[in-house]
C-alpha cells in the first residue's frame, strides 16, 4: 500500500484545513486508516482513526469535537476535516494504513499544519 497526503498548509486559528490522503494497492477496504501527527522532540500521537468499513471511529482527546475523519473506499481516499484550528494542532500529519491506535503497517509522507494565532 502506497499513501500520498495533501492538503496542508498555513491557516489562522480558528480556521479550517481539510487533509486527504490517497492510497494504491488493492483491498483498501480492509484496512483501518488513521492520522497522526508529530513535533520536533515529541513521539507521534494519534489524531483520528476510521475502520475499513467506516462505521468506527477513534479520536485523540485533543480533537474530539473538532476533527472528523472519513474515508470513500470506492475511491481509495481518507480525509480528515480539521475545524476550529489551534496554535497547538501545529504539527506535520502523518496518513497510515493497516492502524491501530498506536501504530500503523504503512504511512504515508507527512504534510506540515500550521496554525497561526
Known amino acids: 500500500v502506497q499513501l500520498q497526503a495533501s492538503g496542508g498548509g498555513l491557516v489562522q486559528a480558528g480556521g479550517s484545513l481539510r487533509l486527504s490522503c490517497a492510497a494504491s494497492g488493492r483491498a483498501f477496504s480492509r484496512y483501518a486508516m488513521a492520522w497522526f501527527r508529530q513535533t520536533p522532540g515529541k513521539e507521534r500521537e494519534i489524531v483520528a482513526r476510521?475502520?475499513?468499513?467506516?462505521?468506527?471511529?477513534y479520536y485523540g482527546d485533543s480533537v474530539k469535537g473538532r476533527f472528523t475523519i472519513s474515508r470513500d473506499n470506492a475511491k481509495n481516499t481518507v480525509h480528515l476535516q480539521m475545524n476550529s484550528l489551534k496554535p497547538e494542532d501545529t504539527a506535520v500529519y502523518y496518513c497510515?494504513?493497516?492502524?491501530?491506535?498506536?501504530?500503523?503497517?504503512?504511512w504515508g509522507q507527512g504534510t506540515q499544519v500550521t496554525v497561526s494565532s
Open positions: 497510515g494504513g493497516s492502524c491501530n491506535t498506536r501504530v500503523c503497517g504503512y
Open positions: 476510521i475502520s475499513g468499513t467506516g462505521d468506527t471511529t
